[in-house]
């Protein structure tokens, strides 16, 4: 069964710094990945996604994600956080006959 | 366009009541879906349709039921709540195929007490 493994509960950067929020998923064929953001007492917002070709996917907001079938990662990446980026990050996959799989997310919290 | 709506936001039942959580989506979407969120559990899903009259468990089916009647209403019915569906309900959307989005609902938060 496909899985999604967030390692980071929680993270804390400061405004203006660079952010990279890790995901590694577990499937046998070639997934479908995304990052969606939620912020507090709202719906998940789809940020970006891969399906195939260049493997570095840029998304809204500033941020992009790289696939590394090697490492079985698809880790978003953000240049500058800004305070308005402080939300819970989730990650997930599916493949061909599966309904989406997400991870467990991962807090950010943007500190001045 | 309103995308997905669901109804209501908030909701308290006592422990052997039942209610239906309402979904709706008007983007003529096949694919409807249902996600529970409790806190460091992520988003699991409960169940799915992928068309009109067709549904499927999911990850945590039990003590719910679907039923899709229509593309645009995918409703969740709780027959007894427990305190154990206290959650955070999420419906979400997308066309069929597997590489489409979902699009999400603003959820509805449950206490069953």
């Known amino acids: 069964a496909q899985s999604v493994t967030q390692p980071d509960i929680h993270i804390t950067v400061s405004e203006g710094a660079s952010l990279e929020l890790r995901c590694n998923y577990s499937?046998?064929?070639?997934?479908?990945l995304f990052w969606y953001v939620q912020s507090p007492g709202q719906g998940l917002q789809l940020l970006l996604k891969?399906?195939?070709?260049?493997?570095l996917v840029q998304g809204i907001k500033g941020f992009e994600a790289e696939f590394k079938r090697s490492q079985s990662s698809f880790n978003l990446r953000k240049p500058s956080v800004h305070w308005s980026d402080a939300a819970e990050y989730f990650c997930?996959?599916?493949?061909?006959?599966?309904?989406?799989?997400f991870g467990k997310g991962t807090r950010l919290s943007v500190i001045a | 366009n309103a995308g997905v709506t669901q109804t209501p936001k908030f909701q308290v039942l006592k422990t052997g009541q039942s209610m239906t959580l309402q979904c709706a989506q008007d983007?003529?979407?096949?694919?409807m879906s249902w996600y529970r969120q409790d806190p460091g559990m992520g988003l699991r899903l409960i169940h799915y349709?992928?068309?009109?009259?067709?549904?499927d468990q999911g990850e945590v089916p039990n003590g719910y039921n679907v039923s899709r009647s229509t593309t645009e209403d995918f409703p969740l019915r709780l027959l007894s709540a427990a305190p154990s569906q206290t959650s955070v309900y999420f419906c979400?959307?997308?066309?069929?195929?597997?590489?489409?989005?979902?699009?999400f609902g603003n959820g509805t938060r449950l206490t069953v007490t």
């Open positions: 979400a959307s997308r066309l069929f195929s597997y590489n489409s989005p979902l699009h």
């Open positions: 499937y046998g064929a070639t997934p479908y």
């Open positions: 891969y399906f195939s070709g260049d493997t």
């Open positions: 997930a996959v599916s493949s061909g006959n599966t309904p989406l799989v």
């Open positions: 983007m003529n979407h096949e694919y």
């Open positions: 349709s992928v068309g009109a009259g067709i549904t």
